[in-house]
C-alpha cells in the first residue's frame, strides 16, 4: 500500500498495489505510476536514488 496525498480531490489515503499503472527506473529513482480513488493519475518517488523531498512530492512527465 502507499500512502499518497491527492492534490485533485484533496485527500490523503491508502492506494493499493492494484492501483498500480506503471513504474519507471531511472537516475532519479524509482517513480510509481498509480491512479488515485478519484481517477486521477499520481505518481510516487521512492528508491535510494530518491531524495526525500522528491518522494513526498513526486514531479513526474509520465504522470500527467
Known sequence: MFDHH???CGKRQ???PSQITGMV???HGITVLL???CG???AIRT???????AAREPEHALAS
Not at 528508491?47 to 523531498?53: F, K, L, Q, V
Open 6 to 8: 491527492c492534490p485533485t
Open 14 to 16: 491508502l492506494l493499493f
Open 25 to 27: 527506473n531511472d537516475e
Open 35 to 37: 491512479t488515485c480513488w
Open 40 to 42: 486521477a493519475p499520481a
Open 47 to 53: 528508491g535510494r536514488a530518491a531524495t526525500s523531498s
